[in-house]
């Protein structure tokens, strides 16, 4: 599974003719998709609109959940992941890409009253993050949440955050972006605070679907971690809860 490349047309091909009910909606998607990069051209501005048209349909499906059921079923296992990998009520956490708080609305829960922030591109996805916090009574739990147009953190203090997370980010995410997250986030982590994240895993040629989904080898993003000076490892665990993405801890040196 993870060597397949699917930006390759003979694996296109074979996968219209295994499901043929879903021609009709890639090339809907492929021509939206068309027009919205010709209307916007830098990444971000493309998937804020990528994400405008989306949630407009559903804020669950614009996150990648097709029905409420899958969408409490992916936060739950990002909060238990967290979970069993020390988080404790006291933390501060980052949620980069919080989306409309599908793990965000546990995390909230969980810790105490504004430990919580959580960060967007998109501010119609931001929105429904608000309707999450009242649909979940969540706020006397007073969760910080911002807009943002780039991901160098710079409105955060330094050595702040004792778990930051994003969780389906990297796999939306061209490498300049992740680049730019990685050079920006041990200044904000607390010294033994760590980075984790999820991305789209290739054994195979590194490539990208409709500017959309991003493969990305381990090594690649490992090595782009320690060119900024941090420490990074592959979560094998992560790999046991069945999840199509794989994951990344970033950590201090030392
Ligand atoms: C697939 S959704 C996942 C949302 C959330 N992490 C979850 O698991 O439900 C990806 C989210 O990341 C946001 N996003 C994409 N690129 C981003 C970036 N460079 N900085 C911050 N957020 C970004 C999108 O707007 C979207 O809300």
Known sequence: MHGNNRS????????????PDRIAGYVRRRGRDTLLWLATQDHVSYY??????????????????ESRESWLRIGQLQFD????????????????????????????DYLDAGNYYGTDISPD??????RTITQF??????PHLSLVDDLRL???PD????????????????????????????????????????????QGAEHQVLREDFYYRTE??????????????????????????????VTRPG
């Open 81 to 108: 992941y967290l979970l069993g990998h020390g988080l404790k009520p006291g933390m501060r956490m980052l949620e980069i890409g919080c989306g409309n708080l599908r793990g965000g609305r546990l995390f909230i």
């Open 154 to 156: 710079e409105f955060l």
């Open 159 to 202: 050595e702040c955050f004792d778990v930051v997370h994003a969780h389906s980010v990297f796999s939306h995410s061209p490498l300049p972006v992740i680049e730019e997250c990685l050079a920006h986030v041990g200044r904000v982590l607390a010294p033994a605070g760590f980075f984790d994240f999820t991305f789209d895993r290739t």
């Open 125 to 130: 996805i931001l929105l429904a993050a608000q």
């Open 48 to 65: 804020r609109a990528v994400m405008r048209s989306d949630s407009g349909r559903s804020s669950d499906a614009a996150v990648g959940s």
């Open 137 to 142: 009574g969540l706020q006397r739990k007073l």
């Open 8 to 19: 390759r047309l003979s694996y296109k091909v074979a996968y219209a003719i295994r499901n």
């Open 220 to 249: 690649t993003l490992t090595g782009l971690a320690e060119r900024y000076g941090l420490v990074a490892r592959f979560m094998a665990d992560w790999e046991q809860t069945g999840h199509a993405q794989s994951r990344i801890r």
